[in-house]
Every structure is written in structure tokens, then in C-alpha cells.
């Protein structure tokens, strides 16, 4: 039994939500979203709460409970306020901006590296931070992965992006004799 999926998720004022066949969508003050669920878990929408039901007693479907009552949570979260991640950029030379749909770096490599932001995201940099805004729990952070991944904080100087608050272990490197 899933313990996030049995209990109901209140629905806020000034949300709605509709369900047509397979695609749930969420519309809220900050804007809509759209996603689309399997027939394995019944949804039911009340005037106060949304509650959910698993069709089979089997462990794929069980799984599936907890994990779509989550996606639901994180799409009334995200209409009513956006989530957003934060990126520290570290190093000598070590440059982001933020170009029309473009995000523009320098990060030590003989060439920029240019990343297209995707619909739905803002971007802004501002000196080497690095802030991603959006509705969408999902694609913000997986935009925010794609950008950490092009040059990860390194254990020995700590050059490189981390996420704020996000903790490098450093090693000690060579000792002199």
C-alpha cells in the first residue's frame, strides 16, 4: 500500500483540474500543465480533493500509485508558485549569459558552450549565479542537470558548478617534500 498515494490531495482555491481520457491538466494562476498518466491507477476529482485508486493489486501498479499522487502534487505546486534552481558557477574565467533563448558559457574549453533554454523555463545569470525558474518540477531540474553536467564542481580547487547550498568534498591533492 502506498502511504502517499492513499491520502487525497487537497485541491487549492483558484486551481482547476480536468482529466480527459489519459491526460490530467492543471491550470493555475502561474500558468497550466499538461501530463499524461496510464489507465493503471483510477484518478477521481472532487470539489475539494483528488484522490487516487490502484485497478490491479500487483506491484507495477502499486508503484505506479505513490509516483503519479507525487506528479500531481508537484503540477498544483508549480501552478500555484514556481520552483526554481540555483547554480553557482566557480573559477578563474569561468563566465554565464543569458542570450535571448540561448544560455551562453565559458568555461574554459577553446570554444563556448551554448545551450538552447527550453518553453516553458526562464533563465537568468547574474556575475556566476545562475538561476532556472519554471511550473515544471521535471524540466527544471532536469534543465539544471544538463547545465551542472557540462562542467561539475572538481574535488580539488572546487571549480566548476554546484548547486547552491550543495557541498564539494575537497581532497588534499600532491603533498610537497
Do not use: C
Amino acid at each position: 500500500m502506498s502511504r502517499i498515494g492513499k491520502r487525497e490531495i487537497p485541491i487549492p482555491t483558484g486551481i482547476k483540474i480536468s482529466q480527459e481520457g489519459t491526460f490530467f491538466t492543471v491550470t493555475g494562476p502561474k500558468g497550466s500543465l499538461k501530463k499524461s498518466f496510464r489507465d493503471d491507477i483510477t484518478i477521481t476529482i472532487g470539489e475539494k480533493a483528488v484522490s487516487l485508486k490502484a485497478k490491479r493489486n500487483d506491484k507495477f501498479s502499486k508503484s505506479l500509485w505513490g509516483t503519479y499522487a507525487a506528479h500531481i502534487k508537484n503540477m498544483i505546486k508549480g501552478v500555484q508558485e514556481p520552483y526554481q534552481k540555483k547554480l553557482i558557477l566557480e573559477g578563474v574565467g569561468f563566465k554565464s549569459e543569458v542570450a535571448g533563448k540561448e544560455m551562453k558559457f565559458a568555461l574554459g574549453f577553446s570554444h563556448p558552450v551554448i545551450v538552447p533554454i527550453p518553453e516553458g523555463i526562464t533563465a537568468a545569470a547574474e556575475k556566476n549565479n545562475i538561476t532556472i525558474t519554471g511550473i515544471d518540477k521535471e524540466l527544471v531540474g532536469s534543465f539544471a542537470a544538463g547545465i551542472r553536467a557540462l562542467k561539475k564542481a572538481e574535488p580539488y580547487k572546487g571549480k566548476g558548478m554546484r548547486y547552491e547550498g550543495e557541498v564539494v568534498r575537497r581532497k588534499q591533492g600532491k603533498k610537497t617534500a
